[in-house]
């Protein structure tokens, strides 16, 4: 079983849309949860990070952490072309320096 | 603007050819990354460097190598390149800080294609 699970898509969706990406994980010490945004050819850049459960929002952007059920969400609000890229969640421990990734989610915001 | 710079962005050799991929970065953090990401995966870590300590990842082949001269470079090494080897290869860094969250902050990617 793979420590992070997420579903690569791709998914489109019409300009405005709410968009909602997903992720699910098997460790229960993660405890930094984080969504990087790559566009095509470029390197990942960090969107939002959550520590533990709980909601974090920003903008546009809204990421929850469901620790019960090891599920963690990012929300995309009117959705906008140059949202499309792909999304990649990250966890971590609490400490040391491994970041464990998902396969990413290919997202497409048709205008 | 500080950041992390990768070169070259392409980079195209032949099979079993030697090839060296480079990472510089200005945030003066002092840890740094080697990823590998082939397409529709997720990025899978190679080795770090904390500080001048080198760390390799259990299931990185022997045919990968890194050097870091100094706390502003570091270096990828494929000794012999196989068709496999061909991806994306990210460099990151971050400023480690025990029982806190260390961000890693990405270069824009070396793109690797074996011949």
């Known amino acids: 079983q793979k420590e992070v699970e997420q579903d690569p898509g791709p998914l489109s969706v019409p300009e405005g849309a709410i968009v909602s990406l997903n992720c699910t994980y098997s460790?229960?010490?993660?405890?930094?949860f984080m969504w990087y945004r790559q566009y095509s050819r470029k390197g990942p850049e960090l969107l939002m990070y959550?520590?533990?459960?709980g909601n974090k929002e920003d903008g546009r952007f809204t990421a929850q952490v469901d620790k019960s059920s090891k599920y963690i969400s990012l929300f995309i609000r009117d959705s906008q072309p140059s949202d499309s890229a792909t999304y990649l969640c990250?966890?971590?421990?609490?400490?040391?320096?491994?970041?464990?990734f998902g396969t990413g989610t290919s997202l497409t915001v048709i205008p | 603007d500080a950041m992390v710079i990768q070169n070259p962005r392409y980079q195209v050799t032949q099979f079993g050819k030697p090839v060296t991929l480079s990472c510089s970065q200005t945030?003066?953090?002092?840890?740094m990354y080697w990823y590998q990401q082939k397409s529709s995966q997720a990025p899978k870590l190679l080795f770090h460097?904390?500080?001048?300590?080198?760390?390799n990842e259990a299931d990185t082949p022997d045919n990968f190598q890194s050097r870091r001269p100094n706390t502003s470079f570091c270096f990828l090494d494929i000794r012999s390149p196989g068709l496999g080897d061909a991806a994306m290869y990210l460099c990151?860094?971050?400023?480690?800080?025990?029982?806190?969250?260390?961000?890693?902050?990405f270069g824009p990617g070396t793109r690797l294609t074996v011949l």
């Open positions: 990151a860094t971050s400023r480690e800080s025990p029982q806190s969250y260390n961000e890693q902050f």
């Open positions: 460790n229960s010490a993660f405890q930094y």
């Open positions: 959550t520590y533990s459960s």
């Open positions: 990250a966890m971590s421990g609490n400490t040391g320096n491994q970041f464990y």
């Open positions: 945030l003066n953090h002092n840890v």
């Open positions: 460097y904390y500080d001048k300590d080198f760390n």
